[in-house]
């Protein structure tokens, strides 16, 4: 199971990717776009081909009230065209915090602003990403305990 994040804006798109058993979110840099959207969904579409990619998770950036905005529109948008390149399903998950968070990971790190401008999107998408697969972990290991409660009762 490979799992693929991206973090989609205007200059860029950050890539993240699952490791094979879905546990933790690796950097795999960012696209540049370039204004054809024809180019950026080739670039994608061979990344998801290339690397067994069975899911995609897109970053949705809501508001932080909860409504969701322009950039939120874009992104859904976007989602439409890769579904157009791609049978992958696709996830949406929230964003919100996510670019922040990653730019204090950077500023920690000391980074210079060229380098934390570099590098933003990719770990933006490392984050939404690893987010993403906490939940599938905290929901898989709430089933299993349900499961084994059922079990318990059904032996009295």
Same mark, same amino acid.
């Given at each position: 199971?490979? !799992? ?5 804006? #205007? ?9 094979? /058993?879905?546990? $933790?979110?690796?950097?795999?840099? =960012? ?8 180019? +950026?969904? =080739? ?8 690397? +067994?990619?069975?899911? *995609? ?6 508001? #932080? ?6 950039? =939120?529109?874009?992104?859904?948008? /976007?989602?439409?065209? !890769?579904?157009? *390149? $791609?049978?992958?399903? *696709?996830? /949406?998950?929230?964003?919100?915090? $996510?670019?922040? #968070? ?31 697969? +906490?939940?599938?972990?905290? &929901? ?7 499961? &084994? ?8």
């Amino acid at each position: 199971m490979r !799992i693929l994040g991206l973090d989609v804006g #205007m200059k860029n798109i950050g890539l993240a990717l699952s490791d094979p /058993f879905g546990m $933790t979110a690796q950097n795999l840099g =960012a696209i540049r776009r370039k204004g054809d959207l024809g180019a +950026d969904l =080739a670039a994608l579409k061979t990344i998801i081909d290339s690397r +067994d990619v069975d899911t *995609i998770v897109i970053g949705l950036p809501k508001n #932080m009230n909860g409504t969701l905005g322009p950039a =939120a529109e874009m992104a859904q948008n /976007f989602a439409a065209e !890769i579904g157009n *390149i $791609t049978a992958t399903p *696709i996830v /949406f998950w929230d964003e919100r915090l $996510t670019s922040k #968070m990653a730019e204090q990971v950077l500023l920690e790190a000391d980074l210079s602003r060229k380098k934390r401008k570099q590098k933003i999107d990719s770990l933006a998408a490392v984050l939404i990403l690893q987010n993403y697969l +906490d939940f599938l972990a905290h &929901e898989k290991r709430a089933k299993e305990k349900l499961e &084994e409660e059922e079990k318990g009762e059904s032996y009295e």
